[in-house]
């Protein structure tokens, strides 16, 4: 028999619509844990469908950003279809607001991976972007350059105009990797070409605009104050993959591709070392 004052409270409780609650329920934490097993990848195992991997920050597969002042503030501009994949108006800050020109090439900012350490690492970001544009300016004499400035680190949806190279980049204390991320105009598969450190690729190539870090797989770090010197050990690779992207100038004879270096026997440390 509930007294009184206990059962007045009740009916309050009633009136106004409350439910008991449960104490002790909660809902377990979401496991963010990446890999498992041996061999786990940077950016945890690839998709089972190749797919890019939900609620990365750096996919960049999420329109809604800034917006590009170069289409105009009234339409998506001349012979641009609104909402069309060559719309460029409402870009996340993480696409290229520029596709380069046909027969150039886009230098984009380096792919820092996992994105919690990208604000802090934006001068080694910088200094490997200053090495690709010295590359490709040795690999392609005379072709038109254009660098990305942070965080511009992908081609839009429909590709971009020109060929395109970018770096995907981790670290730990001072250890540091880099992979090169080559694609030729337009909608291509991505070529991973291992530039410091040594990884494994579980896939080579990619298609356009997978997260490359969930094909890569460390085996050893290159000793961060030394990556640039040591990425120049695998200048060649980067060099021929580069070339096979961009495909002749125009306007010159048509000429033979380099051959690249065979998917699984690439790695960013040159064979005997």
Request: proline share 11%; net charge neutral; glycine share 12%.
């Amino acid at each position: 028999m509930l007294s009184t004052p206990r059962l007045a409270l009740v009916l309050a409780a009633v009136s106004l619509g409350c439910s008991p609650t449960t104490s002790g329920s909660t809902t377990p934490p979401p496991d963010n844990t990446a890999g498992g097993g041996t061999g786990p990848t940077i950016g945890g195992p690839p998709p089972p469908d190749g797919g890019t991997t939900p609620g990365d920050a750096q996919s960049g597969g999420t329109a809604g950003g800034t917006t590009d002042p170069a289409s105009g503030q009234n339409g998506a501009g001349t012979g641009v279809a609104a909402g069309s994949p060559n719309d460029t108006r409402f870009l996340a800050p993480e696409i290229s607001h520029s596709k380069g020109v046909a027969g150039g090439v886009v230098v984009l900012f380096p792919r820092i991976i996992p994105s919690a350490i990208a604000a802090e690492n934006q001068a080694y970001g910088q200094q490997i972007q200053q090495k690709m544009k010295q590359l490709v300016e040795k690999a392609l004499p005379g072709r038109p350059v254009d660098v990305r400035p942070s965080p511009e680190r992908v081609c839009p949806k429909a590709g971009c105009d020109a060929m395109s190279i970018g770096v995907l980049f981790t670290r730990q204390n001072n250890s540091c990797v880099a992979v090169a991320l080559v694609n030729a105009p337009g909608v291509s598969t991505t070529k991973l070409v291992p530039w410091g450190g040594e990884v494994t690729l579980k896939a080579d190539p990619i298609q356009f605009r997978d997260p490359p870090e969930n094909f890569v797989t460390i085996k050893d770090y290159a000793n961060c104050d030394q990556l640039v010197t040591e990425m120049g050990k695998a200048d060649s690779f980067v060099e021929a993959a580069l070339r096979a992207a961009a495909g002749p100038a125009t306007g010159s004879p048509s000429a033979a591709a380099p051959a690249a270096p065979a998917a699984g026997a690439v790695t960013a440390k040159p064979s005997g070392k």
